[in-house]
């Protein structure tokens, strides 16, 4: 049973620093490319970050330089550290990530909530 569980989440001022992580089960977690996405309140979820399995990284244009997406092959576990936060960041995180058994198919965690606010 795949399973993506997100953490760290949390309320921090703006210009702070907040790292997010996400433990992966029940799949082969170093043959997964792992994206972070996220999703303002009454706006569309928009993609973050992505890592592949060569641990290549790209990021939206808006976080770039700010937030850094990485990988534990190990812990089965990828990571977002965020810099500089703007009350813009404020939104609910989600991994995720698409296996292919079947064809594709998308599993995302549950979120985590990052509210950026003084």
């Known amino acids: 049973q795949v399973q993506l569980v997100e953490s760290g989440g949390g309320l921090v001022p703006p210009g702070g620093s907040l790292s997010l992580s996400c433990a992966a089960s029940?799949?082969?977690?170093?043959?997964?490319?792992m994206r972070w996405y996220r999703q303002a309140p009454g706006k569309e979820r928009e993609l973050v970050a992505t890592i592949s399995t060569t641990y290549t990284t790209s990021y939206a244009d808006s976080m770039k330089g700010r937030f850094t997406i990485s990988r534990d092959n190990v812990k089965n576990t990828v990571y977002l550290q965020m810099t500089n936060l703007k009350p813009e960041d404020t939104a609910a995180y989600y991994c995720m990530t698409v296996l292919y058994t079947n064809g594709p198919e998308l599993y995302w965690g549950q979120g985590t909530q990052v509210t950026v606010s003084s």
């Open positions: 029940g799949f082969t977690f170093s043959s997964a490319a």
